[in-house]
């Protein structure tokens, strides 16, 4: 007989799968592209998001970015060239809106990853990242209000306090990571294919 932890393990993996197939292709491709035009890289966000957010860090960093999390003592001042990744499942968490307004402010790109795609956060996006995951049901997620979800009967998913979008995120920023490695590769493989030709001649 399968066990408990078994059981939830395979819940959580099909509630992160179902958010990740109702992402649109060409926001995660506009996600991409930017990031890899950046100059430098900024992440932002509270709580479990700040730790998807600095896990991103840790790994695009390996790919030779410039990278930065927000409110550490070492991050200087996002430019026109730069770009903030925005995570909030609410869209609404002050710490990471505010990061987006002032990163807007000083002419940086914004790319919002969040649940609900009318939120203030969402707003500010040059690039936003809809990704479901704090309810399930058969209106879309931009029903941020209890009372309305009661009577629709669109309740908070199996896992709690929005874990669900958060472990998504996580999941599809890797992808991502392994997205940009793959075409920076393949273009340094082209260029060194140029080089050797040329050396040749």
Known sequence: MMSEPKK?????????????KLVDEKQIEDMVQLIMDSK???????GR????????????VDLGYEVYVVGETITPSAKSLDTIIAISGSGETSYTLNAAEVGKKLGAKIIAIT???ESPLARLGDVVVHMPGRITGPVQASIK???TRQITG????????????ELACMV????????IKERREGIEGNYESVRAA???N
């Open 8 to 20: 939830i393990a395979e819940k959580i993996i099909e509630q992160i799968e179902g958010s990740i």
């Open 40 to 46: 430098k890289i900024f992440v932002a966000g509270s």
């Open 49 to 60: 998001s700040g730790f998807v957010a600095r896990s991103f860090a840790s790994r695009i």
């Open 115 to 117: 649940s609900y795609p």
């Open 145 to 147: 209000d209890y009372l």
């Open 154 to 165: 669109i309740h908070e998913p199996f896992t709690p306090a929005g874990t669900a979008f």
């Open 172 to 179: 599809l920023l890797e992808s991502v990571v392994i997205t």
């Open 198 to 200: 040329v050396k040749v």
